[in-house]
């Protein structure tokens, strides 16, 4: 093994550390015990007793009916229709929930200012889209304008670059343009100073690096 044991022959669980001369207490939480009870179905759960109890045939045909009558749709909406008309021929009007007070002229008046709620809303959401029509023509107007300016000032640019690059309709023709140094006083002050010449000696002492610095430094 990589590491030293006290029993280096034995392998396995009983080797080093995991030797085990006696029995240990402890135990995997995988190996205890578990789902010792058996479950069983509750009151509400369609257990045996419950089913047999139903009838499962009855309640079978009932539900083919409704979705037959569902499906027809003349069930429901035809006796509507005639409760309808049964209490429209021999009962009175029947009042507003929550306030008796009000009759028939109250309701017409307040369609009429439903009516009149509705009118105002569609004249605003009109004025409202002219506006925005408004503001689109006015930014189509200006990105246009934007564009033609652009354009314009390119071609004057292209056409002003054309015109340097020839020298024959340039107004500077062929002088070259002045440093920026040209007309000061101390231009080539070191024309006629002799030029060092560099010289390579293989001594530290007699080089002229050293010579140099003893006059620097020493002298």
Known sequence: AHKPTFFPAMGGEDQGYYRMDGGTRQVSVRDLPGHTKLKLRKQGQASQ??????????????????????????????????????VGKNEPIPQIAGNPDKDADDIVANDVAISDDSDDDEDETAELMRELQRIKQEREA?????????????????????????????????????????????????????????????DTIRNDFHRKFLNKYVK
């Open 49 to 86: 007793r419950e089913l047999q109890q139903r009838d499962l045939v009855q309640e079978l045909n009932e539900k083919e009916k409704k979705a037959i009558a569902n499906r027809s749709g003349g069930g429901a909406s035809a006796s509507a229709s005639r409760d309808s008309s049964v």
């Open 142 to 202: 200006e990105a246009k304008r934007k564009a033609e300016e652009d354009k314009a000032r390119e071609e004057a640019e292209k056409k002003e670059a054309m015109l340097r690059g020839n020298p024959l309709l340039a107004g500077s023709g062929f002088a070259v343009k002045r440093r920026w140094d040209d007309d000061h006083v101390f231009r080539n002050q070191a024309r006629g100073e002799p030029v060092a010449k560099k010289r390579f000696i293989n």
